[in-house]
């Protein structure tokens, strides 16, 4: 198991899907783990989820991080705000003195993507506010949580900045994605993880981009109206066969808090890789013991 005891780890955007799965593997490594998201059991007026009503919060993915080994503490933040982030950044420094991994995996556009009748609308006819706030949630939230929080990574030796996208640099590059506006915003967080590698190299640290699979989040289980337990049954009836390819969020998490821990850990970056790649060159295993990767799947 990767031990990653006395590390401080960021995850932004912690709240469910890949973000939770990746705090819950820092907490199966020891790791100290801030969850941070909008969807908090106290609410705030001023912090408003593109979620709302959904039933995971933040302080259920600290709670979990600490169950699992690690240390798990929720600070509920809206990172479209700089103020808060800002807020966060003064927090962490106060606190810790700095941080020595910064995961990006803010999202919270998957419902705005829309659902697949609605894929491959052209731009002339996609709803422009709706397209802008995918760019917002997805690009300016990363941007901003980077600018407030690099230079608590840089506070440490080797730190580690992990932006979390979907498919490639390669994949991206040749293929098209649901829509002009999330086309624009993945190959944006793939490009993130590269400049930012560009900058933080003479510093040390390490900047590079990481794609889930397909991904049995929370939501993706609503959808085909499954269970982590019984998600098989959907493979050819509720869902596509690909989906037999399928990954638990865990997974991903697992690839990256072991490159977190790999003394070498340089050599990836400005890289664009999947979670499949990182568990083949780690030796790691989905919690059903696998070693899938829809991206290598035909």
Same mark, same amino acid.
């Given at each position: 198991?990767?031990?990653?005891?006395?590390? $401080?780890?960021?995850?932004?955007?912690?709240?469910r899907?890949?973000?939770?799965g990746?705090? !819950?593997?820092?907490?199966?490594?020891?790791?100290?783990?801030?969850?941070t998201?909008?969807?908090?059991? #106290?609410?705030?007026?001023?912090?408003?989820s593109?979620?709302?009503?959904?039933p995971?919060?933040?302080?259920?993915?600290?709670?979990?991080?600490?169950?699992?080994?690690?240390?798990?503490?929720?600070?509920?933040? *809206?990172?479209?705000?700089?103020?808060?982030? #800002?807020?966060?950044?003064?927090?962490?420094r106060?606190?810790?003195?700095?941080?020595? $991994?910064?995961?990006?995996?803010?999202w919270?556009?998957?419902?705005?993507?829309?659902?697949?009748?609605?894929?491959?609308?052209? +731009?002339?006819?996609?709803?422009?506010? %709706?397209?802008?706030?995918? +760019?917002? +949630?997805?690009?300016?939230?990363?941007?901003?949580t980077?600018?407030?929080?690099?230079?608590?990574?840089?506070?440490?030796?080797?730190?580690?900045?992990?932006?979390?996208?979907?498919?490639?640099?390669?994949?991206?590059?040749?293929?098209?994605?649901?829509?002009t506006?999330?086309?624009?915003?993945?190959?944006?967080?793939?490009?993130?993880g590269?400049?930012? =590698?560009h900058?933080?190299?003479?510093?040390?640290?390490?900047?590079?981009?990481?794609?889930? =699979?397909?991904?049995?989040?929370?939501?993706?289980?609503?959808?085909?109206?499954?269970?982590?337990? &019984?998600?098989?049954?959907?493979?050819g009836? &509720?869902?596509?066969?690909?989906?037999?390819?399928?990954?638990?969020?865990?997974?991903?998490?697992?690839?990256?808090?072991?490159?977190?821990?790999?003394?070498?850990?340089?050599?990836?970056?400005?890289?664009? %890789?999947? !979670? =499949?790649?990182?568990?083949?060159?780690?030796?790691?295993?989905?919690?059903?013991?696998?070693?899938? *990767?829809?991206?290598?799947t035909?």
């Open positions: 198991m990767t031990d990653l005891t006395g590390s $401080v780890v960021v995850v932004a955007g912690a709240t899907g890949a973000g939770r990746i705090a !819950a593997a820092f907490g199966e490594a020891g790791a100290t783990v801030v969850c998201g909008r969807s908090s059991r #106290a609410g705030r007026a001023d912090v408003v593109d979620y709302a009503g959904r995971e919060t933040i302080e259920g993915t600290a709670e979990l991080v600490t169950t699992l080994g690690g240390r798990g503490i929720a600070r509920q933040v *809206d990172h479209l705000d700089s103020t808060q982030v #800002a807020g966060l950044a003064a927090w962490c106060e606190e810790f003195g700095g941080i020595d $991994v910064l995961v990006n995996d803010i919270g556009a998957e419902d705005l993507k829309g659902a697949p009748p609605e894929w491959n609308t052209p +731009l002339w006819e996609h709803d422009l506010e %709706v397209g802008l706030r995918i +760019l917002r +949630l997805a690009i300016d939230t990363h941007l901003i980077s600018h407030h929080l690099l230079p608590l990574v840089l506070a440490r030796p080797g730190g580690l900045v992990v932006e979390v996208t979907d498919g490639t640099t390669a994949f991206n590059a040749g293929n098209y994605r649901i829509s506006f999330y086309d624009l915003a993945k190959v944006a967080v793939n490009r993130l590269w400049s930012q =590698g900058e933080l190299a003479p510093h040390g640290a390490t900047a590079l981009a990481v794609t889930p =699979g397909w991904m049995r989040s929370e939501l993706m289980l609503e959808t085909f109206g499954v269970t982590e337990e &019984t998600w098989r049954e959907a493979v009836s &509720t869902a596509p066969d690909g989906f037999a390819h399928s990954e638990t969020p865990r997974f991903v998490g697992r690839g990256i808090a072991a490159l977190a821990a790999d003394p070498d850990r340089a050599r990836w970056n400005q890289a664009s %890789v999947t !979670a =499949g790649e990182l568990a083949r060159a780690y030796s790691v295993v989905d919690l059903d013991g696998t070693q899938p *990767d829809a991206w290598a035909p």
